[in-house]
Structures are given as C-alpha cells and as structure tokens.
C-alpha cells in the first residue's frame, strides 16, 4: 500500500543503469491504476524475460521482460502483496482482501497460493485453477489450523491481513509467511513441507513479542530466512 510508485525499472548491464519499463509506467496522481502500487516482484529462474509481479490490482505476468502484461487470476483483482518462487520453481502468492478502489472495500479474504508451474497454458493465461489455495485446505483436502490468519469480510480495515512470505534457499520445503492487521503483529508461521501444514511460532498481539511495536507495519513489513540456516528468520517492519 504506501506510496504512490512510479513503476518498474530494468537492468541489461549488471545494475550500473535501469531503464523504466513503458507498460508498467502509472498515470500521475491514479491510485487505481494497474501498476500504481507495486508490492513485489519475482523473477522466474530459468527465464530471464518472465516476470511476476504482486500489485494492488492482482498478480500479473510477463513473457517479453515487461513489454505485455496479463493478469493471472483475471478479472478477480484482489490486491497481491507477495509473490516468492522457491529455488525448486514452486510459487507461492499471498493475496489481500482490501480493494480501496471499490466500494465495498473489504470483500473476501486473505489467501495464500501456491503452484509448480505459476502459469500452464491455460487460454489467456488466466491460470487460477493451477494455484491451491493453501491457508483453505491443504494437499489432502484437510482443513489447515485455525491459527492460520484468515479475515473475513468486514466493513473496516481491521477485518483484513496482509501477508508476506519468505521461502528458505537452504531448503524449498521451509516456507515462513508473516500476518500483519493494523501494524500489529498477526503471527509469524512456519512450514516445513511447502504449505501443507503450519506452525504458528511467533504469536500475535503478544506483550512479550511484539517485534512491530504497534508501529503503522500494513504498508511496511518484511521476513526473511537466511540463506544458509533454514531455522533463522529475520522479520521488521
């Protein structure tokens, strides 16, 4: 969420100059544009032109390093706040409920996805039923923990998370993801078999961990995993 952006920008050379990409330009002063905010991006790791990005208005991808874009879930535009693809090629997305630029802002849920091929040939790319909702039902149909952040549809902001995800170059199979509501800590979960269960392993609204210290963290906030300890994990926000 945040501030107004100005776009993605492209290095051919290493990182010694960045170019903006004309597609991803937003108009001035339109929140609601298609790349007016920008939340994450993730590059395929054998396709050095394919793209994800995570936007308020879903996530979409790119084939031609940016030039042409699509949307994966189509016309379902519930903001994106993170997208991760673990050194195996398995994707996972973290989805929003909170959509400002409608009028019933707060319609869904937060979710998280996850795919092994993040798109699969399906007409237009619009790849939904390659994605598993994970924080739904896990692989065998199971209901996950209710621990595991889930909003409902309310009429304020406080029936809404945000969700970002960290996934162990050590291990694919650890993935970590971060819940925050209103600048406080929503929990902190872990999974060790990419999403199929979780582990709640650092309770919200806790007084003895409160690493956010009620600061404004739904529009800045992070984890990260180590890259060479799979069990050490770094959060702020």
Known sequence: YGYLGGGIFKSTDNGATFNRIAATAPTPNDTVSDFAYINAIACHPSKANKIYVATNKGLKISKDGGATW???????????????IGNDGTFYLAQDAFRPWQSNKFKGTTNLYTSTSGDTGYANWTCRSSWLKLNEFDTTGIKLPTS?????????????????LAVSPQDPNYVYALAVRLGKLGGVFKSVNKGSSWEMIGPGNSTLFNP?????????YAITVSPSNKEEILVGG
């Open 148 to 164: 595991f952040p889930r909003s409902t549809t309310g009429t304020t902001r406080d029936s809404t998370y945000g969700i970002k």
């Open 70 to 84: 699509l949307d994966v879930f189509g016309a379902q535009k519930f903001p994106a706040t993170d997208i991760k």
């Open 212 to 220: 956010f210290n009620n600061a404004t963290a739904s529009s800045a």
